[in-house]
């Protein structure tokens, strides 16, 4: 059974940074593709950014560039996503999530082809 956990939300100032974790178990962490997604009140959900199996290859949505930096531990299962120089629109529940699909390696920011999510962690920034 793959079991996902993400933590490292909280509350942090505009500007701050948070580092998030995804512990993943029930998979081998080798041949899947992790990303990060998130979804505010009243919206969809969006992606955030991604990083493929061998971590060569990561991928970004547009206002993360610069900002945000997603990394996996392979000893712990673990991918990372460090947030820097946050701001309130980047307030919202961000959810980990695995593929498998090789439909990854070119569209990451489709939710269709992540099979498993986790239960998401909140993250608010404030002004």
């Known amino acids: 059974q793959v079991q996902l956990g993400e933590s490292g939300g909280g509350l942090v100032q505009a500007g701050g940074s948070l580092r998030l974790s995804c512990a993943a178990s029930?998979?081998?962490?080798?041949?899947?593709?992790m990303a990060w997604f998130r979804q505010a009140p009243g919206k969809e959900r969006e992606f955030v950014a991604a990083i493929d199996r061998t971590s060569n290859r990561l991928y970004y949505t547009d206002s993360a560039k610069g900002r945000f930096t997603s990394s996996r531990d392979y000893a712990k299962n673990t991918v990372y996503l460090q947030m820097n120089n946050l701001k309130p629109e980047n307030t919202a529940v961000y959810y980990c999530a695995v593929s498998c699909s090789g439909r990854a390696y070119y569209t990451p920011a489709l939710v269709e082809i992540y099979s498993d999510w986790g239960r998401g962690t909140q993250v608010t920034v404030s002004s």
């Open positions: 029930g998979i081998t962490f080798t041949t899947y593709t």
